[in-house]
């Protein structure tokens, strides 16, 4: 093992970890966190979780037209992203790149109908007297959730997912440089880069105001609180819980 992985056998037991993870309701994945796991087994697990939620949204988007079904669909694929982005320098580049632009078309398909849905609630609460706009907003949902469902029935999604499960589960992800360092230790690391990346931007905005970058910013707000939610238990978890709320008004302030 020493000389495959470059470190001794770990304890703990991954297969196990997926057996558990397979088990539980929607509910309970998002607070379940292994500590001391090296950090592609933790980004395997965390990867995992997040995509046992987009299976479950998906069976809920399929049996019911509910707008925060769709919504928590694309939230457990921005985290995927999110989480594939910020560690991209331990995977494998063909992994890599088959996860995240099968997952970024995924979303993409969506991003039109939870338009309509944010648009509709919006004018319930600016104003009463658009009858012919929500009508014609309640047809574009129509068509959307129809194009949703055709994509998540479809074969594409179905053998995608399978594969990626799949990669998840097995070691075909695992090499001598990816699995040596604690994910104690190489999260520490990938949230102090992002949080000195965040403040070179807003510096930068400082200068220069614009548009795209100030959306920039809000985006790699979102992401690091991700980050926070899933490795608050290395921090401490009081701290971590004042930072993700202060985070979050910013990002509504922006």
Do not use: C, W
Request: hydrophobic residues 40%; negative net charge.
């Amino acid at each position: 093992n020493m000389v495959l992985h470059g470190k001794p056998q770990t304890v703990y037991d991954v297969d196990a970890i997926f057996t558990e993870l397979d088990k539980k309701d929607i509910d309970d994945l998002d607070a379940y966190f292994i500590p001391n796991l090296s950090s592609m087994d933790a980004l395997r697990i965390i990867l995992y979780k997040f995509s046992q939620s987009i299976l479950a949204y998906k069976e809920r988007i399929l049996m019911s037209n509910d707008t925060e079904d769709l919504h928590q669909f694309r939230v457990n694929i921005r985290k995927s992203r999110a989480f594939l982005k910020e560690f991209a320098f331990l995977f494998p580049k063909e992994h890599y790149n088959y996860f995240n632009e099968n997952l970024d078309s995924f979303a993409t398909q969506t991003n039109q109908k939870r338009d309509l849905d944010v648009i509709k609630e919006r004018l319930k609460e600016v104003d009463t007297d658009h009858d012919v706009i929500q009508e014609d907003i309640k047809e574009q949902q129509v068509r959307e959730q129809h194009v949703i469902e055709e994509m998540l029935k479809g074969k594409i999604f179905e053998d995608f997912f399978l594969a990626y499960q799949n990669a998840l589960k097995q070691d075909t992800l695992l090499t001598s440089d990816n699995n040596q360092d604690t994910i104690e230790h190489t999260a520490k690391k990938v949230i102090k880069a992002l949080h000195i990346k965040i403040v070179k931007k807003i510096n930068a905005l400082e200068k220069e105001f614009d548009d795209k970058q100030l959306h920039k910013i809000r985006i790699s707000l979102k992401k690091l609180r991700y980050l926070l939610e899933e490795f608050q238990h290395i921090f401490g978890e009081k701290k971590i819980e004042k930072m993700i709320e202060k985070g979050k008004k910013l990002q509504t302030l922006l």
